[in-house]
């Protein structure tokens, strides 16, 4: 059984910044692709980023592009979140979880979903 665990959240100014962090706890992550999701208040969990295993293909959803950068640590054990220039609309609990490829995971995680990390961001 794998626990992955969101930490890194916060409230920031619109225009902020925040870096959260995915750690696993009962097995490595680091042969398996991570991805980021988020749930703003009152709507459905939606995609926001995906890293390979390898660290050398990403995917993003196109309201993240240019301000998010996904990443894995040197030992692959972790993963991270860099979001930058944060808007209001970014608002939401985020969190991580294993998939099967970059190109799948916004459809299909492995895992439960853990607490997950609440990101507020005021204008």
């Known amino acids: 059984q794998v626990q992955l665990v969101e930490s890194g959240g916060g409230l920031v100014q619109a225009g902020g910044s925040l870096r959260l962090s995915c750690a696993a706890s009962g097995r490595t992550i680091n042969t398996i692709t991570i991805g980021w999701f988020r749930q703003p208040p009152g709507k459905e969990r939606e995609f926001v980023a995906a890293?390979?295993?390898?660290?050398?293909?990403?995917n993003y959803a196109d309201s993240v592009k240019g301000r998010f950068t996904i990443s894995r640590g040197d030992d692959k054990t972790a993963a991270y979140l860099q979001m930058n220039s944060l808007k209001p609309e970014d608002t939401a609990v985020y969190y991580c979880?294993?998939?099967?490829?970059?190109?799948?995971?916004?459809?299909?995680?492995?895992?439960?979903w853990g607490q997950g990390t609440q990101v507020t961001v005021f204008s």
């Open positions: 979880n294993r998939g099967p490829s970059i190109g799948t995971i916004p459809n299909r995680v492995f895992d439960a």
């Open positions: 890293i390979n295993w390898s660290g050398t293909s990403t």
